[in-house]
T-cell receptor, first 114, second 114 residues
Framework: GDSVTQMEGPVTLSEEAFLTINCTYT??????LFWYVQYPGEGLQLLLK?????DKGSNKGFEATYRKETTSFHLEKGSVQVSDSAVYFC?????????????FGKGTRLHILP | DSGVTQTPKHLITATGQRVTLRCSPR?????VYWYQQSLDQGLQFLIH???????AKGNILERFSAQQFPDLHSELNLSSLELGDSALYFC?????????????FGSGTRLTVV
């Protein structure tokens, strides 16, 4: 079935470091891909999305490119801040019984040190 | 505030009991999705309702049931509770197909079964 695999955390970086969180997927058809972020005590927030191959999603300095050839959607940010500390989830839309649902990876916890 | 309201925020109950979790979707959204988040299983899709009708079921136990009412709010009923049911339960809503819109999540209900 459809699935998402993302790098295990926690990932610890210093402020202003470059961030990459790897995400690969398995899916039939052509799913949309998402990154969600969860801050402590809160629900998930949509960070960015891409709906077709070669699309680049971007928001708040984060970027991810939909790579069909490598079935990947890696999250990147050029200079992280302490406020970026959170759990990041890669996700894809999947079609089940003609209905779409979003399948999430297990999440990657990010710690940014001042 | 995401616009998706979940109540209660916290719930502590004993094994064997029954609880009801409530979700009000964002204004205008017809779709409601329920997810269970636990440390070992990650985010698991439970069920999707669209305008009062069940559209898709995921890994939802027979002890669990849900419905969506004419005013579009939804309730998730958990019965014969076990210790392993302790988790965060999230509701999400969407104004259209998840693949195009993504989901908007509530802040969750933390269920503790003792």
């Amino acid at each position: 079935g459809d699935s998402v695999t993302q790098m295990e955390g926690p990932v610890t970086l210093s402020e202003e470091a470059f961030l990459t969180i790897n995400c690969t997927y398995t899916a039939t058809g052509y799913p949309s891909l998402f990154w969600y972020v969860q801050y402590p005590g809160e629900g998930l927030q949509l960070l960015l999305k891409a709906t077709k191959a070669d699309d680049k999603g971007s928001n708040k300095g984060f970027e991810a490119t939909y790579r069909k050839e490598t079935t990947s959607f890696h999250l990147e940010k050029g200079s992280v801040q302490v406020s970026d500390s959170a759990v990041y989830f890669c996700a894809l839309s999947a079609v089940m019984n003609r209905d779409d649902k979003i399948i999430f990876g297990k999440g990657t916890r990010l710690h940014i040190l001042p | 505030d995401s616009g998706v309201t979940q109540t209660p925020k916290h719930l502590i109950t004993a094994t064997g009991q029954r609880v009801t979790l409530r979700c009000s979707p964002r204004s205008g959204d017809l779709s409601v999705y329920w997810y269970q988040q636990s440390l070992d299983q990650g985010l698991q899709f439970l069920i999707h309702y669209y305008n009062g009708e069940e559209r898709a079921k995921g890994n939802i136990l027979e002890r669990f049931s849900a419905q969506q009412f004419p005013d579009l709010h939804s309730e998730l009923n958990l019965s014969s509770l076990e210790l392993g049911d302790s988790a965060l339960y999230f509701c999400a809503s969407s104004g259209g197909p998840g693949r195009n819109y993504g989901y908007t999540f509530g802040s969750g209900t933390r269920l503790t079964v003792v």
